[in-house]
T-cell receptor, first 111, second 113 residues
């Protein structure tokens, strides 16, 4: 089983749609959770950290379910500029800043 | 953004060449990382430095040799690489090596011929 698994995608959605990405992780000792965004041939950029209580940043909402070892990202009112690959990232349990990256889910928002 | 810079941005090298990748962070962080990203694969952690000390070598072949002279600079020395080493090499930094978000440089796209 992969340490971090994401929906393989790609997701093709029209502008204005709501889209949800799912991610599961295998190490129950993991403490830090993030969503990164990576545009084609660019570096990953931190989109948001994910907290136990869930958190929201504008059109983006992240949820964490520790019992199910599941993380989600919801994007509302999709924009063309949201087209990118979204990476689910989890730290490796008690190994501090050692981050494990999912393979990414590609999102394409069409006019 | 200029928080983490990497040079060169593109590099083509033969299998017998020696080259070095450079990373510099201007964020006052104390941890720095090298990652490899091959086509259609997740990012793979290669090395971790925390307060200039190497704390992680993720079973990386010895043809990759990291160097961290201070908390702001990180190098990756390359020699006798193989074509399968062609990839995007990303540097990242974080405030320390524990549970912090990492910020990435733009990467060096390496092609080994």
């Amino acid at each position: 089983r992969k340490e971090v698994e994401q929906d393989p995608g790609p997701f093709n959605v029209p502008e204005g749609a709501t889209v949800a990405f799912n991610c599961t992780y295998s190490n129950s000792a993991s403490q830090s959770f993030f969503w990164y965004r990576q545009d084609c041939r660019k570096e990953p950029k931190l989109l948001m950290s994910v907290y136990s209580s869930g958190n929201e940043d504008g059109r983006f909402t992240a949820q964490l379910n520790r019992a199910s070892q599941y993380i989600s990202l919801l994007i509302r009112d999709s924009k063309l500029s949201d087209s990118a690959t979204y990476l689910c990232v989890v730290n490796r349990g008690n190994q501090g800043g050692k981050l494990i990256f999912g393979q990414g889910t590609e999102l394409s928002v069409k006019p | 953004e200029t928080g983490v810079t990497q040079t060169p941005r593109h590099l083509v090298m033969g299998m017998t060449n020696k080259k070095s990748l450079k990373c510099e962070q201007h964020l006052g962080h104390n941890a720095m990382y090298w990652y490899k990203q091959s086509a259609k694969k997740p990012l793979e952690l290669m090395f971790v430095y925390n307060f200039k000390e190497q704390t992680e070598n993720n079973s990386v072949p010895s043809r990759f040799s990291p160097e961290c002279p201070n908390s702001s600079h990180l190098f990756l020395h390359l020699h006798t690489l193989q074509p399968e080493d062609s990839a995007l090499y990303l540097c990242a930094s974080s405030p320390s090596g524990d549970y912090y978000e990492q910020y990435f440089g733009p990467g060096t796209r390496l092609t080994v011929t």
